[in-house]
């Protein structure tokens, strides 16, 4: 590949395997190279960057330097960095909704001659979904996966076993079971709590658990379906019964919840299941290693994860309308039950810029290969403070590190077991990755969902407000060029 130094590289190869054993200036390939990088401002996902660059340098000489902007704030920074040509910044930590964005205009480097050389980085060991959705764009690779993210369900098996309840396979039985245990005492402090807790707050990026609700509604004939758009003309897959459904859904929880819910962020919601006031939430991966720490938590053992609850009705495309589950309508369901678990962002990733300096790509390449290597990353995974969630076959396969950490074999097993369930599935819902994806979600699709929560709409209104808006961007970024993306995103060939 230009500009790469393949025996430049193997030295540093050499180093990682000998590990932290003393080394002269000579024997550090990158020594006098700073690497800028460009994370937000956590202090998850950032945290093991700061920690480990320190080391990095010990065993190579690059400095690396972490540069932090609100999360709100990531992706436009990076765009905005690289289209003006400032190229403040070397690498990235990002998103992979947004390769379409960064990736064709040529602002990330292809890394795909780096990691086929790269026996440390042990590729093969990453799942194939994180490989392929965080990594990957149009064959390519661009990006070296950190951290695996989808939402599951975690419930309290305490208060769940005391009540001689089981765990919600539908939604319309989450609904059930948040009903019946809110206003119980659940943390034995004498004062009433709440059957579910789900962040709803306007910015919050509360439409992750809208999508979470509406994808067992929406797509039933496995990943290459989609759940965003119907894939004949790029209309959005909302105003239909299933996504009204979704919506309705996610308005109830409310009822169960804290009175304050509506201006609830992720951070408050994880605060109050740590602390046992909730007896259920949706979340990523971190509930299970949080929920270990003596500092945060009072659920100790206590906490169960299962796949995301689903259901008995999907959407027929052609009316719109939901229809029982059956052999046809829903090939991969479960005891009647159509799952279709979201990858929810699916996972950070370190990028580097198409515009650094030959040997500062080198450097930065290096350090996410030495992040992501199984000897870092099955510690980082297993801390809460991190914010990383397992993606490796080897994080799955032994329960070790988990136990060490402080999870109880049982624990382990389970938090293990329904992420690998949801990774495994072949109904699983790949986030959406196309061009102005934050338009579509983070503007459209939160503001409309808020406003739905505020009384200011109905679900079919708000249906009707999101499919007006959306269709609005495709039609300006042009339709074409957006379904071709969008198939592409789902690994859909446009060839025949």
């Not at 990235?92 to 086929?116: C, K, M, N, S």
């Not at 965003?228 to 308005?251: C, Q, S």
């Not at 870092?376 to 950490?405: C, H, M």
Request: hydrophobic share 35%; with cysteine; glycine share 10%.
């Amino acid at each position: 590949m230009k500009n790469f130094k393949p025996s430049l590289f193997l030295t540093l190869l050499m180093l990682l395997v000998v590990g932290m054993g003393t080394t002269s200036a000579q024997d550090k390939p990158f020594a006098g190279v700073t690497v800028r990088v460009l994370s937000f401002d956590g202090p998850a996902v950032t945290e093991p960057l700061l920690r480990r660059g320190p080391d990095f340098e010990a065993l190579t000489g690059a400095h690396i330097e972490v540069t932090t902007v609100p999360f709100a704030d990531l992706f436009n920074k990076i765009q905005t960095d690289q289209a003006a040509g400032t190229n403040s910044y070397d690498a990235f930590i990002l998103a992979p909704q947004w390769h379409a964005d960064l990736i064709t205009p040529g602002y990330l480097e292809d890394l795909t001659d780096r990691v086929g050389k790269d026996k440390d980085i042990q590729w093969d060991d990453i799942g194939p979904f994180f490989r392929n959705f965080i990594a990957s764009y149009d064959g390519k690779i661009y990006t070296i996966p950190l951290d695996g993210d989808l939402h599951t369900v975690y419930y309290r098996t305490d208060v769940f076993k005391d009540a001689g309840l089981t765990p919600p396979t539908t939604w319309e039985d989450y609904l059930k079971v948040a009903e019946s245990l809110n206003g119980k005492d659940l943390n034995g402090d004498g004062t009433p709590d709440y059957g579910s807790c789900i962040p709803k707050k306007r910015g919050g990026q509360g439409y992750w658990w809208v999508l979470d609700i509406a994808s067992g509604y929406l797509q039933s004939q496995g990943t290459a379906q989609g759940m965003f758009f119907n894939t004949d003309d790029m209309t959005p897959l909302v105003k239909n019964d299933g996504f009204i459904r979704a919506l309705e859904i996610y308005n109830e929880t409310t009822k169960f919840g804290p009175p304050d819910e509506l201006n609830l962020d992720l951070n408050s919601t994880r605060s109050l299941f740590l602390t046992g006031r909730c007896a259920l939430t949706i979340d990523w991966g971190d509930i299970g290693s949080l929920s270990i720490d003596p500092k945060q938590s009072t659920v100790q053992d206590k906490v169960g994860t299962i796949l995301n609850p689903g259901s008995t009705q999907v959407v027929d495309r052609a009316t719109g309308k939901l229809v029982a589950c059956d052999k046809t309508t829903c090939p991969y369901a479960v005891d009647g039950v159509n799952h279709a678990p979201l990858a929810a962002f699916g996972g950070w990733g370190g990028s580097v810029s198409a515009a650094a300096k030959p040997e500062v790509k080198d450097a930065a390449y290096a350090f996410f290969s030495y992040l992501t290597q199984p000897k870092q990353s099955g510690e980082d995974v297993t801390l809460g403070k991190t914010g990383y969630n397992p993606y490796r076959a080897s994080q799955f396969a032994s329960l070790d590190a988990w136990i060490k950490a402080g999870f109880s074999e049982t624990a382990a097993k389970n938090y293990l077991g329904a992420i690998e369930q949801s990774v495994s599935s072949p109904n699983m819902v790949l986030d959406l990755s196309i061009p102005q994806v934050a338009r579509y979600q983070q503007v459209v699709l939160d503001t409309v969902v808020s406003q739905f929560l505020a009384g200011e709409f109905t679900a079919a209104q708000a249906a009707d407000e999101i499919y007006k808006q959306s269709e609005e961007i495709t039609d300006e970024v042009g339709r074409d060029g957006q379904k071709a993306a969008y198939l592409a995103s789902l690994g859909v060939s446009t060839t025949k």
